[in-house]
Every structure is written in structure tokens, then in C-alpha cells.
Nanobody, 115 residues
Framework: QVQLVDSGGGLVQAGGSLRLSCAVS????????VGWYRQAPGKQRELVAS???????NYADSVKGRFTISRDIAKNTVYLQMSSLKPEDTAVYYC?????????WGQGTQVTVSS
């Protein structure tokens, strides 16, 4: 019912910036939440940043002040602007949305931060 296409990952040096994009197949108004998760090797997938149904945002403590989630409502696209990147940010980043308590996931995009 919801298709997500995430992109924008790549290799970046520590301290650099990267912007991830997620194209959503339907209006944000019909979706409960939308945001980004990440999964590093040997770790569980964790929430990075998200929009709630009221438009408020949530951030993991580890990225607060460095990452910014935003959205373009007309384009049905959500972004994750990542700044001051650290090697520990290295992970596969997944766009995520939920509708009627069903979870939808993007393909995932690799972010690698080198020292």
C-alpha cells in the first residue's frame, strides 16, 4: 500500500555531510509516521529520526544536533540531512513509514563514514 524508495547514501569523511532522500508513493496525510532507521553490523535496527502524525520530530540522542529530518509535502519526499558525520554513523539507512500499524521499508542505502 506504501512504496518507499530511499537514496543518497555514499562514502564521506568524518566531519562531512550527506543528505538522504525517500520518495513515498502516497500522501503524508494518509501515513501515521515516516522517518529513518539505521542498522550497523551486529546491531539491531534503530530509529534515527521521524515525523509523528502531528508533524513533530523525534531524534535519537546520538544524532541530535547533527541530523535534521525534513519533508516536502508536495513531492511526498522525506529527507535526512546529516552533518558532522562520525565513523559510528556508518550503517545501512532505511526509510520507514507506517500505516494502520503496518510497517513499510525502503531498500536501504549504505552510509560509510571514514576516519
Amino acid at each position: 500500500q506504501v512504496q518507499l524508495v530511499d537514496s543518497g547514501g555514499g562514502l564521506v569523511q568524518a566531519g562531512g555531510s550527506l543528505r538522504l532522500s525517500c520518495a513515498v508513493s502516497r500522501s503524508f496525510f494518509s501515513i501515521n509516521t515516516v522517518g529513518w532507521y539505521r542498522q550497523a553490523p551486529g546491531k539491531q535496527r534503530e530509529l534515527v529520526a521521524s515525523f509523528t502524525r502531528g508533524g513533530s520530530t523525534n531524534y535519537a540522542d546520538s544524532v541530535k544536533g547533527r541530523f535534521t529530518i525534513s519533508r516536502d509535502i508536495a513531492k511526498n519526499t522525506v529527507y535526512l540531512q546529516m552533518s558532522s558525520l562520525k565513523p559510528e554513523d556508518t550503517a545501512v539507512y532505511y526509510c520507514h513509514a507506517d500505516l494502520l500499524n503496518f510497517n513499510y521499508w525502503g531498500q536501504g542505502t549504505q552510509v560509510t563514514v571514514s576516519s
